[in-house]
């Protein structure tokens, strides 16, 4: 039963599904790469919305690594 994109929630799953990816780089890039190929395939998320995700994830890796160093 498909149910379509769902927006918001997709994006912020993916941002912190690839914050996870960036910051601790072992089994969790094999992970990532197989969730955005789902979410590609199944249509949850166009490129637009993917390449939003990254960004904040990205930003919120930052976040993160910096926050240690304070």
Do not use: K, N, S
């Amino acid at each position: 039963m498909r149910q379509g994109r769902h927006g918001g929630w997709v994006v912020l799953a993916t941002a912190f599904q690839w914050r996870f990816a960036v910051a601790e780089m072992e089994t969790t890039l094999a992970v990532t790469a197989v969730y955005l190929a789902w979410i590609r395939c199944e249509g949850r998320a166009d490129t637009r919305e993917i390449a939003l995700a990254l960004l904040l994830g990205t930003l919120i890796a930052a976040a993160a690594v910096g926050f240690l160093f304070l």
